[in-house]
């Protein structure tokens, strides 16, 4: 389940390559997260063009708050509005090349009523989004490395569209911090385009 392999050449990276495993995070240790701003970090390496779903809050009754996959054409960063998904969408497959580290930022922000999707420090896809704060509601699940949508019945999640990669330095932040912004304050996370040599 973990990696030598790591962004930064430093500790290790949650390996997910080839199974179905997952972290759920539950009572007591699950965040509700009904804010206005949201910013999710993290690290990426994937060869799979199959659907995946690197993270995801989900519930078992309704629309979750938020989740970033991948659909086997695009990459998505969807943030529900109510009972309506609303999405990010960047059409690449070049990132699924399983060779490099790639950072992705992903941002809710109710102020300015917009969700966007950032990757390696260049933002790749935005979409209006007037939620205002995540999705009030109970039974979410807070899922990394595989979706938590519900099978209809209420005490069984799918587990479907497994990730299939190496997933490392997951940051969630009640604010919104660009990736720039973040890389300046802390120059050892800059993704691999713009790291000093």
Same mark, same amino acid.
Do not use: C, H
């Given at each position: 389940m973990y990696s030598e392999d790591s962004p930064l050449n430093e500790g290790k990276s949650l390996d997910l390559r080839g199974t179905s495993g997952r972290v759920v995070f539950d009572c007591p240790y699950q965040p509700e997260m009904n804010w206005?701003?949201?910013?999710?970090?993290?690290?990426?390496?994937?060869?799979?063009?199959?659907?995946?779903?690197?993270?995801s809050y989900s519930s078992v009754e309704?629309?979750?708050? %938020?989740?970033?996959? %991948?659909?086997?054409?695009? $990459?998505? $960063?969807?943030? /529900?509005?109510?009972?309506?998904?609303?999405? /990010?969408? $960047?059409?690449?497959?070049?990132?699924?090349? *399983?060779?490099e580290w790639h950072s992705f930022y992903t941002i809710a922000d109710g102020e300015r009523d917009l969700i966007q999707l950032w990757i390696d420090a260049k933002l790749v896809a935005e979409e209006k989004w007037t939620g205002q704060h995540l999705n009030a509601t109970n039974n979410y699940l807070f899922v990394i490395g595989a979706t938590g949508d519900s099978t209809?019945? /209420?005490?069984?999640?799918? $587990?479907? #569209?497994?990730?299939? *990669?190496?997933?490392?330095?997951?940051?969630? %932040?009640?604010?919104?911090?660009?990736?720039? *912004?973040?890389?300046?304050?802390?120059? #050892?996370?800059?993704?691999?385009?713009t790291r000093a040599q």
């Open positions: 206005e701003k949201l910013t999710i970090s993290l690290w990426l390496k994937t060869s799979s063009v199959e659907p995946q779903e690197v993270i309704e629309p979750g708050k %938020f989740r970033l996959w %991948f659909d086997g054409t695009d $990459w998505i $960063w969807e943030v /529900a509005e109510g009972a309506v998904w609303r999405s /990010a969408r $960047w059409k690449t497959k070049a990132i699924n090349d *399983g060779q209809g019945n /209420a005490d069984v999640m799918t $587990w479907v #569209r497994p990730y299939n *990669g190496l997933i490392d330095e997951v940051r969630i %932040f009640d604010t919104i911090i660009y990736p720039t *912004g973040w890389y300046n304050y802390n120059p #050892r996370k800059q993704p691999p385009s």
